[in-house]
C-alpha cells in the first residue's frame, strides 16, 4: 500500500508505507494541479450521483475484493457482494449480503459530490472558492492532497492533537476515482475504484498500523 506524506510549500513525496512520523504540512490552498485533478472527480462523483438513482443501477449488486491486515498481523482476504440502495438517511449505500470479518471495515458510504468526503470541497470547485489543504475539527486537523496515479485520487490523513500540543498522525484514508481521462465503454464514471486506509496501532501491537482495501471488481 503506497501513502503519501506532504512537505512544506505543497510539494508531496511518495514513501511505501503509512509513516506513522509524518509531520503536518503547513496549510495552504491546493495547487492548480491539485485543483484539476479535485475537479475532475467532482464532476464524475456528480455524474455517478445521477446515475446511481437511476434504474440502471439502483439495487443492482457490485463485487468488491478486500484485503485486511490487523494490528496482530493477522491478514484475512476475500471478495463481497453488495447491494446499491439508499440508507436511512436517503442517501446512496452499498449493503453488504452477509455480514463477515471485515464488515466494520468496508467504505459502504458511496462517495458523491453532494454526500460523501468531497461534499463542502466540490461545492467550493463549484463557486470557484479557494480551498485549502487541511480541515480544522476540534482535536483533529485532516488534510488532503490530489495526485494522479493510474487513476485520479484523493489522499486525506487525519493528525490528531497531542498533549504537548503537536499533532500526530493517527490514519489515512486514499480512494483511486474513475474520471473522464481514463473512462472507457462498460466502465461506470465516478466510480471508487480503490479505496485504502491505514490506522495507528498502540505500541503494544505486533505492527505499526493496520491497513484495510477494498477494490472494485464488477457489478
Known sequence: MIILTSCGGGNSKVINSFNTNAILDQEHPLTSEERNIATRICYAYQSKSKNFRGSDFLNSRFIFSTKKTDCQNST???????????????????????????????????????????????????????????????GVKIQINFLRENFDSYLLQYFSLQPNNSYKLTSAEKFKVRTLIDYTNGQVLGMDESYMSNKLCNQYDKIPFSTFEQNFISR
Do not use: R
Not at 439508499?86 to 446512496?92: S, V
Open 76 to 138: 484475512t482476504q476475500g471478495q463481497v457482494l453488495m447491494t446499491l440502495k439508499y440508507d436511512l438517511n436517503n442517501e446512496l449505500s452499498y449493503i453488504p449480503q452477509s455480514i463477515f470479518e471485515s464488515d466494520a471495515e468496508l467504505m459502504k458510504k458511496v462517495q458523491t459530490d453532494s454526500s460523501g468526503y468531497l461534499s463542502q470541497l466540490c461545492t467550493k470547485i463549484k463557486n470557484n472558492e479557494v480551498i485549502s489543504n487541511t480541515i480544522d475539527q476540534g
